[in-house]
């Protein structure tokens, strides 16, 4: 299996740069008095369609040929690569076909829609979206554009923590949240090998804990319909991914629901900016484990800020 | 009455730099497709104590004498100022005494007495809090330092368009909304001497429309304890930030209760920030008059994100 090279992430960069937002990174004094911590969060929630999504869906697109580009893209998607690749598709004047689980957030269907996305539902579970995806490429002649488990996918995300590093050098530590794994192994690739000094440390619901498991182990291990709030990490690792994680990521720490509620709530109250719960994760782990973040200077990943306004978990 | 200059609001700059947030200036793609202009917005809201208070308070507690400083420093506010100097005063070591009316919001509350600020609470009229203050200053020896009607807070204030026009050139109007009016003239202080050909535009809710009425009238027209979800917005015009509007302002446009709460609402839908309904009501004047703010290079002010996330109007 070929596995991308931090040049890749950086090739993604230039290509993907003057199509992206280049996201604020904010800092909160009482927040880093809480943690005993310096924390720079990348505001991503802040990336077009609210999530970092958008740089992996983008740089793919790009990457496409002409002639098979104009058959459309497709992938399945509980929401944000979703709406990703559905923006990605219309600003590059193409089609776009989306396989989403019929429980994904309203606000997450409704972008996709008003994307001019063309959305299947289907059972929200792991197979059913892969089995409702491949219908839609054979009708269609799309092309599969996968939520994480691509390497031009991952590369995309990996510019999130490449802008970063240039807005803030001398980090200690990266954190992401670990769902499918394409924002971590994106992340990892491109800092391992360009500030190896920087550690990567993915959080993941204890409730979703499959990245956790395999990394553990070095077996993969997928999660069958896991039940957390942070539904943007309710997906399994990939090989790809797996591959890539297993390989460069220094840890992977688990954390509860009601501290990842709290995690959010706190940012929402103190920074004033809308994080999706998935979002909270990395400083959920922060919170819960002090003493080995100490006088630590961390960048955490925002990754996204699509809620429904009238389900809020306070 | 002796007004004050551009370069006052420049001096301030240099003075409070270093203990201010920089705040990003954020753009929407969809907000700008919906109003048929381009909207840069300031955000305020992501300031420290979550407002654009912290620059006038931090300005003004910076320019006392050492002697008087040490007595401390107090003020009514209906929240934001109060948090800001609150926060100013504790950061430079001195005391702040806050008068505050009883109905304002929990969270305003609490982030004050969060900064260690001691706080006294009165009836929620105009007259009650002068009153009160009054006697506070009396007991304590602390400095007045007003919300708005102060050359220092005004000066302090101007530096947030002072930054924006640093982050975004080529601005047509610059837009706040008015409620003493502090950041208003300390805006067009600036900009009118600065950028001569950028319109200063407010927007006011028509519940609370005495700056309206004052403006369109020549006359100082204050409002009576007014009902508005705008709640940093129910003060009236003091006489210095009036003699400053009157002279520099291009307009002052008023809108709706229900026009308020969409803005505010499509802030947090598609920009991922949160905002506290004062913040919403420039957007809410551009929606409501789209042709006249047709094709423009607008630059809005986020003024706060202090809300109770318990109380969303929506």
Redo the contacts between chains.
């Keep these: 299996m070929k596995l991308p090279a931090a040049v890749d992430v950086i090739d993604a960069y230039q290509r993907i740069k003057a199509l992206v937002?280049q996201t604020?990174v904010?800092?909160s004094?009482s927040i880093n008095e809480i943690c005993g911590a310096e924390i720079y969060f990348k505001c991503e929630?802040?990336q077009?369609v609210?999530a970092f999504k958008y740089r992996g869906a983008t740089n793919a697109v790009l990457l496409l040929d002409e002639d098979i580009r104009k058959n459309g893209v497709a992938t399945h998607s509980s929401g944000n690569h979703a709406a990703a690749l559905a923006l990605a598709a219309k600003i590059n004047g193409i089609a776009a076909y989306i396989v989403m689980p019929e429980n994904a957030p309203e606000?997450k269907k409704k972008a996709v829609a008003g994307y001019g996305a063309q959305i299947t539902f289907c059972q929200p579970t792991l197979e059913a979206r892969e089995s409702t995806l491949e219908e839609v490429v054979r009708k269609t002649g799309a092309t599969l554009i996968h939520p994480y488990n691509q390497w031009e996918v991952v590369c995309g995300q990996g510019t999130a923590s490449l802008e970063l590093l240039q807005q803030q050098r001398n980090l200690d530590i990266i954190m992401t949240p670990v769902g499918g794994g394409g924002l971590l192994s994106g992340t990892a690739t491109y800092v391992k090998q360009q500030f190896p000094d920087v550690k990567i440390i993915a959080g993941e619901p204890a409730k979703a804990d499959d990245a956790y498991q395999s990394f553990k182990s070095g077996v993969f291990q997928p999660v069958v319909n896991p039940d957390t709030i942070a539904d943007g990490l309710r997906t399994s690792l990939g090989s790809l991914t797996f591959e890539i994680i297993k390989d460069k990521v220094d840890d992977i720490i688990t954390v509860g629901e009601g501290s990842i509620k709290d995690a959010m709530?706190m940012i929402?109250?103190r920074?004033?900016?809308?994080?999706e719960p998935s979002s909270a994760v990395p400083l959920s782990v922060v919170l819960e484990n002090k003493e080995s973040f100490k006088g630590k200077k961390i960048g955490v990943v925002l990754t996204g800020?699509?809620v429904d306004?009238?389900k809020?978990p306070?």
């Design positions: 937002h604020p904010l800092t004094r929630n802040l077009k609210g606000i709530r929402w109250e920074m004033k900016i809308i994080i800020g699509n306004l009238g809020l306070f």
